[in-house]
RNA sequence: GCGAGGGUGCCGGAGUGGUCAAACGGGCUAGCUUGAGGGGCUAGUGGCUUAGUGCCUACGCGAGUUCGAUCCUCGUCCCUCGCACCA
């Protein structure tokens, strides 16, 4: 078998000294195809995951060249943002998990020092990554890449650009934000910076104020504001420190872990002193109704959670129903804290909201449902929360309470409806105020458990902005998708995104232009680069081009890419010549907008969906992107890829055991659409002997075989063709894994039944076309492969710059003769099964009568019309004299054919008769005896009648 | 919960109102290749049945629309992704 890598080497450095792939703009009329994908995050090599999102562009880009496009696929390297810094700390510190990282890619023990300096990261792996992406035979010109970060001057100076034309129209604006945070380290903490609680969020709560008569409050925190008229008491627990603080100026009594967090929440704190829980009990607070509540003692109290003080709601809430329940029958407790038992014991559920199948007092119902009996059945009661929760906000109602405690009446609302005027009205009347907590547990890699923080000053994108919504939709509604089906998608995200905080105070990236202290957070500043890609080479390799940049201020970006101002002006500041800035502002637009842009499904929500935002903002109608590609993941094996399964790899490892063209075709081959793909590795050794076989077969049968032209190879003909048809048809909407079946393995399978019917014996001309269409159709996918085929059969120039074939004639006749053919071949074997016989003498082949097409053709026309009536078709049917004679065999065969909806393929007899005895020597070959072909008609077999059109009556002897 | 997508053979996955037991790939079984190495070829791979190429059953589950549904409608169960300030 042929060593594929080293047929990968010589092409490669054949194109590279050829400079076969670089791009150039040599006539701006030449029609574009400007490819772009999410530059992968350089804090490593990259990975199987990677390939397979970028085996899109690759062979798309690869098509549209063959087809004459001139091809612009555009690569970056992401540096900025918290990652690589994170990365870089931890080998500073020798952390032996970051270093084993790097250790298991291969990074030699000396080198790994070299790593505690975030900029060698930065330097290190987009040059490998290149090398990589080459390795694959990626159509990449590299003097278009790039690599994004203040590291990069001219790339910084684009970021900076780009936000000053946000802020100018308006859509950066300054606001509060929670975010999750270490108090420890003073950061937020984002997910991946988290010892636990990856996935948790900032969750926003209400702090209720329950006032004591001597004016202090006790504060509890709540998600249901819906449920305030039916708070009966109040729980503390009794062996908790509580503090007292001074909070906004009102003295508080609270948890001491809210003490805390409200002070990051933009509240002034002052704790006075510590108090025990019990402390409380027995005195009464003032609710938001006028009426007064006693507070309780309890045990299910947990002081993590909120003001670690609660509120009772016994109707609606199950723990507080159950606790109530327990104190009531616990008279010792009651007594021990020097309750009135009487008055205790007289508290009774409020009801206040409506909820259909558990009435108004919900808690008791669900309690009993899930026979609950005691507070200390945590878990139940925890998911008997979630599910009430559900229920409330989404099937209860308001009752009678909720006439006029709001200033609208509420009565019979859904609850889910009124909650956020309750919620409205409560912090208005200074009863209720915003608080924030994560939704579970969060704890940062330094190990303190994390609070949220809301941060002042932070700088927001306003994807809120309705005006600004309307553009991004009217962007994605010029655009084709693929799949179409991810629109829904898109429209809802376009909607639901809010304003987005987009700067931080540490990490790589640009600095904000107005306001030095943040830095322009990573999803932010890559929404546009695109269009730096365009002119890249010209302000990264300047001295290629002759001169040096001195600085590139906005007045440069707004020339090239808005055509504002003049070449002159720039070309002082600039240092660039003035002949180049018109160069790249034609250039820029030439390549813009973008034809083509995918990614996995997972970027919908955000990289994907901010680019259209961005783009509107800043771009004209035509510059806006013109398509999205959203694939799924890949999975290996069909499991998620881990490094844990042991089926994780890079795409170095694969290149260096595979060579690049079986990756690349099981990549192409994983799948299609937004399901999560499959990269199979059986497909792969599978793959490798298939790729050999193309290249052999190649130089065994090109220019070799008979002159004279028979049946079957017009049938190839026309398979070759079909194939054609359908590779592009499916490269055109995108279909890989479809267009890998259309332009491989069906053409292999027809070279397969060819061969199996010329025993070997091919047409010249036939077999030529054939392996030099193959080695086209090909080539986006395995170029390698290809043009060393292509070489072996004599040709010189590349087969990566020949057109795209073109489909010639289709003969259906030509493919119905030979189904016909393959069809009679399974019959004959079935039959042979039946009736017992391993070897037989004869077998007598019986085509159906002629009145049997004429029938048939009749009878779909009918179906086809919508005919369903049987008297109706059988009557039209025999309209016919010929028919007529055989109306007793119509009869049978009818009922099924409308039952079918269809009638057997009509031909017509002479066709059947000529095909089959094309083919009969062929027939007698295969099954090693004397075959006769006989018209049904002609026949008085009994036999003979049992055959149709599309299908023979079979006698075997 | 919300939004989106999906549930088809031993597996991956086509099909999207009729000729389609289900493309294409993989696996498995049998036979052949008269000869060794995960090679090639042929046949088979839902059930039942058969002097004959047939019949029945199936596309998560239940109901409906239709002459006819894997494909449309409704209900139900299950799975995947996302729900953010993070690349």
Not at 475 to 481: E, P, T, W
Not at 555 to 568: E, N, Q, S, V
Not at 901 to 906: E, S, T, V
Request: aromatic content about 10%; proline content about 4%; some cysteine.
């Amino acid at each position: 078998m042929l060593d594929l890598k080293t047929v990968a080497d010589r092409w490669q450095k054949e194109w590279e000294n050829k400079k076969a792939f670089q791009v150039e703009v040599k006539d701006r009329k030449q029609k574009k195809y400007f490819l772009t994908t999410p530059y992968p995050y350089m804090n490593g090599y990259i990975h199987l995951g990677h390939l397979f999102t970028y085996i899109y562009p690759e062979v798309i880009a690869r098509y549209k060249k063959m087809q004459g496009y001139n091809v612009l696929f555009k690569f970056g390297f992401h540096c900025t943002g918290t990652p690589i810094i994170a990365a870089a700390n931890r080998i500073k510190e020798k952390e032996p998990k970051q270093t084993g990282i790097l250790k298991q890619m291969g990074i030699a023990e000396k080198d790994i020092p070299k790593f505690a300096d975030p900029q060698h990261w930065v330097d290190y792996f987009p040059k490998e990554t290149l090398k990589d992406l080459k390795r694959m035979g990626f159509l990449i010109d590299e003097r278009y890449t790039f690599r994004t970060t203040y590291l990069n001057p001219t790339y910084d100076a684009f970021i900076r650009w780009q936000f000053n034309k946000l802020k100018a129209k308006d859509h950066v604006k300054k606001g509060k934000h929670p975010v999750i945070w270490c108090p420890k380290d003073n950061v937020p903490v984002g997910d991946h910076d988290r010892a636990e609680g990856e996935g948790e969020t900032p969750q926003e709560f209400l702090l209720f104020k329950h006032q004591l008569d001597d004016g202090r409050f006790v504060v509890s925190a709540t998600l249901r504001q819906d449920t305030v008229l039916g708070i009966t008491n109040l729980f503390v627990h009794p062996d908790i420190q509580y503090c007292e603080a001074v909070v906004d100026g009102e003295q508080w009594i609270i948890g001491e872990k809210a003490a805390l967090a409200l002070q990051d929440q933009g509240h002034s704190v002052k704790v006075t002193k510590h108090i025990k829980g019990k402390e409380l009990i027995g005195k009464r607070t003032k609710e938001f109704d006028g009426s007064h509540v006693l507070i309780l003692p309890a045990t299910f109290v947990d002081p993590n959670v909120g003001t670690g003080l609660v509120h009772s709601v016994p109707s609606d809430s199950a723990d507080d129903l159950i606790a109530l329940w327990d104190l009531q029958k616990d008279e010792a407790t009651l007594r021990k804290f020097h309750l009135n038992v009487d008055e205790v014991r007289s508290i009774k559920p409020i009801p206040v909201l409506n909820t259909p199948e558990y009435g108004d007092v919900a808690a008791e119902a669900m309690l009993k449902k899930n026979k609950v009996t005691s507070q200390q059945q945590r878990q139940l009661l925890d998911e008997i929360k979630k599910e009430l929760y559900r229920i409330s906000h989404y099937t209860a109602t308001f009752n009678a309470k909720y006439k006029h405690a709001f200033s609208k009446n509420l009565e019979g609302k859904p609850v889910h409806e009124g909650k956020e005027l309750i919620k409205k009205e409560l912090i208005e009347k200074k009863f209720a105020l915003p608080y924030y907590e994560p939704t579970g547990k969060v704890v940062c890699r330094c190990l303190t458990p994390c609070i949220v923080k809301v941060v002042e000053n932070q700088w927001f994108l306003e994807y809120n902005d309705p005006t600004w919504k309307n553009e991004a939709h009217a962007c994605l509604d010029q655009m084709k998708l693929y799949p179409e089906k991810v629109r829904k998608q898109f429209d809802y995200v376009l909607d639901w995104l809010d304003h987005w905080a987009c700067t931080r105070e540490y990490g790589l990236g640009t600095q904000l232009p107005w306001d030095k202290h943040w830095v322009i957070e990573s999803l932010s500043d890559s929404t546009l680069q695109m269009a730096y890609c365009t002119i890249a080479p010209y302000l990264e390799q300047s001295k290629a081009y002759g001169y040096a940049i001195k600085t590139l201020d906005d007045a440069f970006f707004d020339f090239i890419f808005l055509g504002k101002g003049t070449a002159a002006a720039i070309e002082k500041s600039s240092g660039i010549p003035k002949h180049m800035l018109e160069r790249m502002h034609e250039e820029f637009n030439y390549w813009y907008p973008f034809d083509f842009r995918n990614s996995a499904k997972d970027l919908v929500q955000n990289h994907l969906s901010f680019t259209l935002f961005n783009h509107t903002a800043i771009f004209p109608k035509p510059q806006w992107p013109k398509s999205y590609l959203v694939n799924g993941r890949v999975m290996v094996n069909n499991e998620k890829m881990s490094k844990s399964k042991g089926n994780f790899f890079t795409v170095r490892e694969l290149g260096e055991k595979y060579g690049p063209d079986v990756i690349r075709l099981t990549a192409a081959n994983a799948g299609e659409g937004i399901d999560d793909a499959n990269f199979d590795m059986a497909f792969v050794e599978a793959a490798k002997k298939k790729l050999s076989d193309v290249i052999e077969c190649a130089q065994t049968h090109y220019n070799k075989g008979r002159a004279q032209e028979k049946g079957i190879d017009r049938w190839l003909q026309v398979k070759i063709n079909r194939s054609i048809s359908e590779a592009t048809k499916n490269l055109d909407v995108m279909l890989l894994k479809s267009a890998v079946k259309s332009a491989f393995l069906d053409m292999q399978r027809s070279l397969a039944w060819y061969t199996r019917r010329t025993k070997g014996d091919f047409h010249k001309e036939t077999i030529n076309r054939f392996i030099e269409v193959q080695l086209k159709l090909l080539t986006p996918f395995t170029p390698h492969v290809s043009e060393e085929a292509w070489h072996a059969i004599g040709k010189k120039n590349f087969v990566s710059l020949e057109p795209w074939p073109e489909a010639g004639f289709f003969d259906e006749g030509t493919e119905q003769a030979e189904e016909l053919i393959e069809a009679t071949l399974t019959d004959i074997n079935q039959v042979l099964k039946l009736a017992k016989i391993e070897k037989p003498k004869k077998i007598t082949l019986f085509v159906a009568e002629a009145w049997k097409h004429t029938a048939a053709e009749t009878m779909q026309a009918l179906l086809d019309q919508g005919e369903r009536d049987f008297k109706k078709i059988l009557t039209e049917l025999l309209k016919n004299a010929e028919l007529k004679q055989h109306a007793q065999d119509i009869t049978k065969i009818l009922p099924r054919v409308i039952k079918n909806g269809a009638a057997p393929h009509a031909s017509s007899q002479r066709k059947e008769l000529a095909a089959m005895q094309d083919a009969k020597t062929f027939i007698e070959r295969e099954f090693s005896c004397t075959v006769e072909i006989i018209a049904a008609d002609k026949s008085t077999e009994p036999k003979a009648k049992q055959s149709m059109p599309g299908k023979v009556a079979i006698v075997v002897a």
